[in-house]
């Protein structure tokens, strides 16, 4: 199994009473709440821990894009990977994922991540996601048709990585007389390519078909959410007449192991919480703006709105495997259960989360690397098969 | 009191749900963001005066979505298309917000089969410096409170909302095709005032003077690009003019029709 040190760096130091007044840490929480020193401290912090991560034997680092939020401060996860890049050598630079829909040209996006790809000699892992309802409100791009974006600008990209230029494209959300992009990927035929999401159907199709096998990477779900999920991509995978590898599945999720059981509970707790109940909350006009999903989907989140937009305390998390947490000997064990009936081959561990400070965070990292991720690396992987991975 | 009778029309493949009812000369009325499906008061009384034609939106409600629902425009050329179907003439064009909106992307396309336009706290102009509001921002709780100026009729909307409306199908349905029309720009075509210039029909704009979605300054400022376009400002009334002071939209039609 591959393990991953995911990284969302947010902005730990934010006032949470106003976060709590405004309901939201998304796009109507006031940016007066934002402080250039403690934000440029933050970065060198939480950079340094990713750096760190090559040392303790990861495979590899993730991060990821948010706009106008306290949740992440990664509006550009480009950016931090142009960093990451020159702070390591050996590591996967993940970015998980870039927001397609919410670029007015896609384009864009093949060439900064051909550059990533060039600058780590092919170290990088690419995502695609569709970014979340809220940045629909930031970027005034429309919800209805951030599906047809998607598929439009996936396509787009995937062509200027693939086939020699200039050619024109002409789709009906993005037009280009001249695609011909300097620099090509490093990676033939191009980077892979991950696909996060909290779990869709029209995802797992996309995902899975056979022209693409793209690795699906389930995040911050409950645990049997994730089984649910990642049980469709095989069944999808075997409908298409192949067998799923399991690196063609991951699982995102916030992992704090501590000296024992009950410290580690103690110790997270008010991180965790706040990551949960402060940082990732937001109004359901925020998470799914009109026409953002399927109407089925908008009927089940609204349906189950009371639970899933209520408070979570750390317990109750643990229980439903939303998070892992425990001596490192419980971590692995339950992560080694998990492994054992979801069969993922990617781990994305977030191992900084909501306020954690630098010294729990260092602690965590350290645990985890000589503690838990020794087994799991020595699960080792079942062939690579048609993907071609530099 | 004529009553209205719910049917479709097929205009080149696509289905709307309409009521109609009364008799005199025709009085097509386009509904709001918030869909155009149900019955109210202010209809029936214009059904004493008018052949009156209140469509469901391509997008709304029992209408279908058709695959060329991607603008405004678009709504605007199928209505051109619908006069035409029935084959109206001095037709009486009245809208409501975003229909208001959509009346005067009819109007400057073309007034031939038009007597007449009545926008009603309409949409579609953005004017630097006025107040709006959010209502993609805001809870199905939120729009109502926002709509009223009579908080006590806001708590009587609230009350009569389906039970967990943000799962109700005509709710996702008419909230999308909202979006479609007006996430971006929001609520406005930037392009529209450039030919606000062409109505050359008599036009009144009724505006609720404590509108919190759409400040009613706009109707001077939206006036100001429509020849010979009035003004009527209603005390006391927010955004849902429609049901806060039927009476008032009623009379501002009737006196209004009457004059043109």
Redesign the interface.
């Known amino acids: 199994m591959k393990v991953f040190f995911f990284h969302l760096m947010p902005y730990a130091d934010v006032d949470l009473d106003e976060v709590r007044k405004v309901g939201t840490s998304w796009v ?1 929480l006031s940016n007066r709440l934002y402080d250039p020193e403690t934000g440029a401290m933050l970065y060198e912090r939480y950079l340094g821990q990713l750096e760190r991560a090559e040392a303790l034997g990861f495979d590899g680092v993730g991060v990821n894009e948010h706009h106008q939020t306290a949740y992440g401060m990664m509006p550009s996860p480009i950016v931090m990977a142009a960093s990451l890049a020159q702070r390591t050598h050996r590591m996967k630079i993940c970015i998980l994922g870039s927001a397609l829909p919410l670029r007015q040209h896609p384009l864009t996006l093949a060439e900064e991540h051909a550059m990533i790809d060039t600058l780590t000699r092919g170290r990088l892992i690419t995502g695609f996601v569709r970014g979340i309802g809220a940045e ?2 930031v970027f ?6 951030s599906r047809e974006r998607f598929h439009e600008a996936h396509d787009l990209i995937v062509r200027a990585w693939t086939e020699t230029g200039p050619f024109e494209f002409s789709g009906k959300h993005y037009k280009h007389r001249y695609v011909n992009t300097w620099p090509r990927p490093y990676q033939q035929p191009h980077p892979p390519i991950w696909i996060p999401s909290q779990g869709s159907q029209e995802t797992i199709d996309f995902a899975s078909h056979p022209d693409r096998r793209y690795t699906y990477l389930q995040t911050f779900s409950p645990a049997a959410a994730v089984r649910k999920y990642l049980d469709l991509y095989r069944a999808r995978a075997q409908e298409y007449g192949y067998m799923a590898l399991d690196s063609q599945l991951g699982w995102a999720v916030p992992v704090y192991v501590g000296e024992t059981d009950e410290s580690a509970i103690a110790e997270a707790r008010p991180h965790f919480e706040n990551f949960r109940n402060c940082f990732a909350r937001m ?4 998470l799914l ?3 953002y999903t399927s ?1 089925g989907s ?2 089940r989140v ?2 189950a ?1 009371k639970s899933m937009f209520g408070d979570l305390a750390i317990e109750p998390a643990i229980e439903m495997g939303m998070m892992v947490c425990g001596s490192a000997a419980t971590v692995r064990d339950r992560l080694l259960e998990y492994r054992a009936e979801m069969g993922f081959g990617n781990l994305m561990a977030l191992l900084q989360f909501g306020t954690l400070p630098a010294g729990l965070t260092d602690a965590n990292m350290d645990r985890f690397a000589a503690g838990v991720m020794p087994a799991l690396q020595a699960l080792g992987e079942r062939p690579a098969g048609q993907r071609r991975v530099a | 009191m004529p009553g209205l009778t719910r049917s479709t029309e097929t205009v080149r493949g696509c289905t709307v749900s309409l009521l109609r009812g009364g008799s005199g000369p025709p009085l097509l009325f386009l509904h709001g963001a918030g869909g155009g499906g149900a019955e109210l008061p202010f209809m029936a009384r214009l059904a004493e005066r008018f052949d009156l034609i209140a469509p469901e939106h391509p997008g709304f409600g029992g209408s279908d979505e058709p695959d060329w629902f991607d603008n405004i425009h678009d709504v605007a050329y199928f209505y051109l298309d619908f006069l035409k179907h029935l084959d109206l003439s001095g037709v009486h064009l009245a809208g409501l917000s975003l229909g208001g909106w959509i009346a005067m992307e009819i109007a400057v396309r073309s007034t031939a089969r038009l007597a007449s336009l009545t926008l009603a706290c309409p949409a579609g102009i953005h004017v630097p410096g006025l107040a709006t509001g959010d209502p993609f921002a805001w809870s199905p709780e939120e729009i109502c409170r926002h709509g009223f100026h009579d908080q006590a009729l806001a708590a009587a909307a609230i009350a009569e909302l389906p039970e967990a409306v943000e799962a109700d199908d005509t709710w996702l349905k008419n909230r999308s095709s909202f979006a479609r029309l007006a996430w971006e720009p929001r609520m406005h075509d930037p392009h529209l005032p450039k030919w606000l210039h062409r109505i050359d029909v008599p036009t009144r704009i009724v505006w609720g003077a404590d509108d919190t979605i759409l400040s009613a300054g706009h109707a001077e400022a939206i006036a100001a690009m429509i020849p010979g376009a009035g003004v009527t400002v209603v005390p006391d009334t927010g955004h849902f003019l429609h049901i806060e002071r039927a009476d008032a939209l009623v009379s501002a039609i009737d006196a209004h029709t009457r004059d043109s």
């Open positions: 109507k629909y409100h005034g791009v429309d919800p209805t048709t109004p359901i006009e925020f703006p009109p026409g109407r908008m009927k609204a349906a709105k």
